[in-house]
Each structure stands twice: as C-alpha cells, then as structure tokens.
T-cell receptor, first 111, second 114 residues
Framework: ETGVTQSPTHLIKTRGQQVTLRCSSQ?????VSWYQQALGQGPQFIFQ???????GRGNFPPRFSGLQFPNYSSELNVNALELDDSALYLC??????????FGPGTRLTVL | KQEVTQIPAALSVPEGENLVLNCSFT??????LQWFRQDPGKGLTSLLL?????REQTSGRLNASLDKSSGRSTLYIAASQPGDSATYLC?????????????FGKGTKLTVNP
C-alpha cells in the first residue's frame, strides 16, 4: 500500500504567476484535503474533495481552486500568486470522514 | 468556532528528561483528538489518535490523555532522546456540512539536548 505523495517537493515562483501542486492519495482513499502551513503556524484547511466534487472550503479566496480526478488524485491551483502564499502545502487523503494521512508537502516560495 | 492552543510554544530539555506538552480546545464536542510530529520542512506524522470515549492512548514512550470536559489533552514523552526533537501538533476534527477538516494548534517546538 503506497502512502500519500506530493509533487513537486519545492518550487519558486514570482508574484502574479500561477502554480499547480499535485497529490496522489493513498490506495483505497476517496477523499483529499489540502492545507496551507505558513512558517511557525499550524496547518490551515483550504478545501476538501470527495468523488471529484469540492466538499468543503476554508477561509481562502477563489484564486485557490482544486480538482480531483477519477483515480482520487488531486491538484491545487493558485492564481495571481502573492508573497503571503509562500508556505508548505500539505495534502491529506482518507476514506470518508476517517483518519487523514498526510503527504510530505510542497514548499512554495513566492518572490 | 473551534480554537486549539498549544503551550509552550517551544521547549528545550536535556536528554533523558520526562516532559509534557499541552493542548487545549474551546469546543468540547469533539469525537477524537490527534497528535502529530513534524520535522523541519516535512509533512505530518500521526503519533496518537484518541477517541472521545478513551481517556488515554499509549505508543512506546508516548502517552496521550484527553479530558473533554476541561477541553485539554496532554502528550507525555518519557525518557526523551535527541531524536525526539521536532514540532508536535495537536488537532481536532470539525465537521461542516459533508466535510471534515482538522483544526490545528500552532505546535510546540521540542529540542532535546544530548
């Protein structure tokens, strides 16, 4: 059974650009959640996807969007990047409303 | 609104010491609480998950307790080792509509000195 994987490991973008982060969920899991963790803070919930539909959203603007695919993998897209978007982005997969398993994260730096 | 607080924010201890990390939450209507470990720049590793029906959960040198009525949980680490140095986060689930999200504290950064 493979765990949750994320790509890329880290990347650097400039303000105004767009970025796509990817997550492969653990085998048998149908739900993917995304979190943003700024330096020195706890992770903050961005949104959750279940069966390819957004299932819940935290306090993040619409320029944060996502997708979930039939194989339950997921993407997080961020448009019009701002300096404050610099953070570790964590993906977690689970079976419906059961324990979430986290991936290693993607470190995004916005210059 | 659920808020999770962790005290202290940072802790430095000598190797071999027993220590306690604290977590408090404002809404006691939780059905579990989870403790995570995070190494610098890395993802989260789940250490212990305590169901609301349990008062304690143990794994090796780690023991977590949960007191829902007082809105508190503690993580006890026995005989600390330098390899325990990391940030420890606690989280509680919050169900909104059909989704469940985790609400995290800011973590306690632990340094165990040889």
């Amino acid at each position: 059974e493979t765990g949750v994987t994320q790509s890329p490991t880290h990347l650097i973008k400039t303000r105004g650009q767009q970025v796509t982060l990817r997550c492969s969920s653990q085998s048998g899991h149908n739900t993917v959640s995304w979190y943003q963790q700024a330096l020195g803070q706890g992770p903050q919930f961005i949104f959750q996807y279940y069966r390819e539909e957004e299932n819940g959203r935290g306090n993040f603007p619409p320029r944060f969007s996502g997708l979930q695919f039939p194989n339950y993998s997921s993407e997080l897209n961020v448009n019009a990047l701002e300096l404050d978007d610099s953070a570790l982005y964590l993906c977690a997969s689970s079976r419906t409303n059961l324990k979430q398993f986290f991936g290693p994260g993607t470190r995004l730096t916005v210059l | 609104k659920q808020e999770v607080t962790q005290i202290p924010a940072a802790l430095s201890v000598p190797e071999g010491e027993n220590l306690v990390l604290n977590c408090s939450f404002t809404d006691s209507a939780i059905y579990n609480l989870q403790w995570f470990r995070q190494d610098p720049g890395k993802g989260l590793t789940s250490l212990l998950l305590i169901q609301s029906s349990q008062r304690e959960q143990t794994s090796g040198r780690l023991n977590a307790s949960l007191d829902k009525s007082s809105g508190r949980s503690t993580l006890y680490i026995a005989a600390s080792q330098p390899g325990d140095s990391a940030t420890y986060l606690c989280a509680v689930p919050l169900t909104q509509g059909g989704s469940e999200k985790l609400v995290f504290g800011k973590g306690t950064k632990l340094t165990v000195n040889p």
